[in-house]
């Protein structure tokens, strides 16, 4: 098992929500940014949300209005509530988090990848 553990994906009909968690239970190290991409097969990966160390947040236009990046509720944590999800939301999911033991010294560790799908 890697140092990132992602639940919550599946199926869901258009309309619907889901509610994505990132865990990083072993980690020693400061969280600086917290972040969800998602990927589809023959696309780039882009950036969904993110989250930094101070609170300021960043959602993809795509996604704005509907989908909300918090921290969960264990420590070292990260959600990805999505509402009013569409077929356009179809995608791999992937939690990332910049840590490290400092700001100026810092990494990223990606998840597995948790397959999100919108269909009817």
């Known amino acids: 098992q890697g140092p990132l553990v992602e639940s919550g994906g599946g199926l869901v009909q258009p309309g619907g929500s889901l509610r994505l968690s990132c865990a990083a239970p072993r980690l020693i190290f400061t969280i600086y940014n917290m972040a969800w991409y998602r990927e589809v097969p023959g696309s780039q990966r882009e950036l969904v949300a993110s989250?930094?160390?101070?609170?300021?947040?960043t959602y993809g236009d795509s996604v704005k209005g509907r989908f909300t990046i918090s921290r969960g509720s264990a420590e070292k944590s990260v959600d990805l509530q999505m509402t009013n999800l569409n077929s356009e939301d179809t995608a791999v999911y992937y939690c990332n988090l910049r840590v490290g033991p400092s700001e100026f010294v810092n990494w990223d560790l990606w998840g597995q990848g948790i397959q999100v799908t919108v269909s009817s």
């Open positions: 989250m930094t160390l101070s609170g300021d947040i």
